[in-house]
């Protein structure tokens, strides 16, 4: 078949954030012409990487990665070529950022965290991120530098719909993108490259993939939406990790806002005074509120499942908390809402309170009225909870953090939905990061990195997501250049 190509590269990468500019940057040094199709508007390209904590993973020896890496997928296990290949590169990270001009700097301010201390070869965590730490975004900003200052083309505002493959040899010879509502046609002599991030915001893949969430909400980039997972899917590709991922969190959700509000009362280390719990739709409180989760994850009986979000879920909180100051936490250091929306909540919550976000209350059982709960199953958890902070212990679910009562009305509630950072699953791929079939034989010339389809199958250790589009960006473009073109 003859195609009318509107555009041509030797290697065309899917999605303009960490993995994409990784994939990118190193076809570009090895010689190769390079396109990025990137769904986003010039400005709000950059993805979840663009909004994250900006740390990336750089672990210390080889040895230590394969035990640590091993040790998270735990009885989910990963082949052990990408476990070499992942623990050889994750070493490599800091070594490459610096020979483009980078500033690698090891994080040295709390929280630095090692998720799992007690798995073997967790010493090998060593989290870093580009230059000093003021403002945010900075390790994005350098990762955009790298491609902007490099003659490799990106078309903002064109995402990439379907692939488009030889009936015959099977192979990728493009991507058939969309602009102005116009098909795109855009040729890859090479190979093509998908870095365009998981599924945060398609509700139909979280409902089918992530388990025990009827809904979820993410607090990074809304242009991710599965995208890649349907276009490698039509093509053959078999997926993996689908029901893994970095949630789930508690966070408001509304319709207005693209993305989640992270509150402040919820997070681990931050003690606002009054009184907060969270409720299920039984009325009842489900978990240690102010247990610091391993993004997302909780014991349970000597394994680590996703915290249980029953949905709805309220938090219920009393005058003091409520007057405290602002409910949300905008601090912008990361998050697609505090960076991007950039939404101003009032100071003294009333906006919220006017727009319906936060209802209240005069005493707990007309709040229960309000928010559809049973009045008197919701005044005897508020009843236990007070007692539990007379006694000062929280006989319920151990909790140890902000011990207040909820005593002064009038009371208020949010609704919490569940909320994540980003899913890990994906079209699965190999340790030379091509996309595979169901049979495990590659799609020839159709490669990925980053968090479509990431290695992660089970624990997470923060900054891994970040460190794994780096390493995969350059195995993916690395294989990629090495393909004899094709036309
Ligand atoms: C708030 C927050 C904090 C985080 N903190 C950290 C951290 O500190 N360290 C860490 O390692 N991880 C962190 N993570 C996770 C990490 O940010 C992501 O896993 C990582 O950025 C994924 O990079 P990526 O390149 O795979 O995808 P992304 O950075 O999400 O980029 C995907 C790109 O593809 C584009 N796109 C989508 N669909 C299409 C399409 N059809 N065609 C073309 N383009 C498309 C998107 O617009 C986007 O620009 C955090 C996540 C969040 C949300």
Redesign the pocket.
């Known amino acids: 078949m003859q195609y009318k190509w509107d555009e041509e590269a030797d290697v065309v990468v ?8 990784a994939a990118s940057v190193t076809a570009h040094e090895l010689g190769a012409s390079v396109i990025i ?4 508007p010039e400005g ?14 750089n672990t210390s020896s080889v040895e230590s990665a394969i035990a640590y890496l091993n040790a998270l997928c735990g009885p989910f296990t990963v082949p052990q070529p990408m476990v070499q290949v992942w623990a050889e590169e994750m070493c490599k990270n800091n070594e490459w950022l610096a020979s483009l001009g980078g500033d690698p700097q090891e994080h040295q301010h709390p929280p630095v965290g090692i998720e799992f201390p007690d798995l073997p070869g967790a010493d090998c965590v060593h989290k870093f991120h580009d230059g000093p730490t003021y403002g945010y975004s900075y390790t994005w900003k350098l990762f955009e530098r790298l491609v902007k200052e490099r003659p490799i083309r990106v078309l903002y505002e ?4 379907t692939l488009i493959q030889n009936d015959i040899t099977k192979e990728i010879l493009g991507v058939r ?1 969309q602009r102005d509502g116009k098909d795109v046609l855009v040729k890859a002599r090479k190979g093509v490259v998908l ?4 599924f945060e915001n398609n509700q139909e893949m979280i409902r089918n993939y992530l388990p025990g969430v009827p809904y979820c909400y ?4 809304p ?3 599965g ?2 997972i349907t ?1 490698a899917m039509s093509v053959g590709a078999d997926l993996w990790h689908m029901n893994n991922y ?1 949630g789930p969190s508690m966070a408001l959700k509304v319709p207005e806002v693209r993305t989640s509000f992270s509150m402040q009362a919820l997070h681990y280390s931050k003690q606002p005074p009054g009184g907060m719990i969270v409720v299920g739709p039984d009325g009842r409180r489900f978990t240690d509120e102010k247990f610091k989760t391993r993004h997302g994850k909780v014991p349970v009986n000597g394994r680590w499942l996703p915290l249980s979000t029953p949905c709805p879920m309220y938090m219920i909180i009393d005058h003091a908390h409520f007057s405290a100051g602002p409910l949300y936490d905008g601090h912008p250091s ?3 809402t505090q960076i991007v929306e950039k939404y101003e909540w009032s100071e003294d919550n009333s906006k919220e309170l006017a727009k319906g976000w936060i209802v209240k209350g005069a005493s707990i059982a007309a709040l229960a009225s309000a928010i559809g709960l049973d009045p008197a199953v919701l005044e005897a958890t508020v009843g236990r909870w007070n007692q539990s902070c007379a006694g000062g212990k929280d006989t319920e679910f151990n909790r140890t953090l902000m011990m207040a009562p909820i005593a002064q009305g009038p009371f208020y509630a949010v609704e919490m939905s569940p909320s994540m ?2 899913t890990q699953g994906g079209p699965r791929r190999n340790e030379k990061a091509q996309i595979v079939r169901p049979d495990g034989t590659p799609i020839p010339r159709l490669y990925s ?4 389809g ?1 290695i992660y199958s089970y624990l997470y250790q ?6 794994e ?1 780096l390493a995969f960006g350059r195995v993916a473009a690395r294989h990629a250049v090495a393909e004899t073109a094709w036309g």
């Open positions: 899917v999605g303009f954030g960490a993995a994409g500019m199709l990137e769904k986003a709000e390209e950059g993805g979840n990487t663009r909004v994250a904590g900006q740390g990336y993973l064109t995402p990439g719909r993108a870095t365009c991030g998981g993410t607090s990074g980039s242009y991710n939406e995208d890649g276009m970095a990361h998050g697609w950072l980003n990195s980053g968090e479509l990431s923060g900054t891994g997501n970040l460190g589009c």
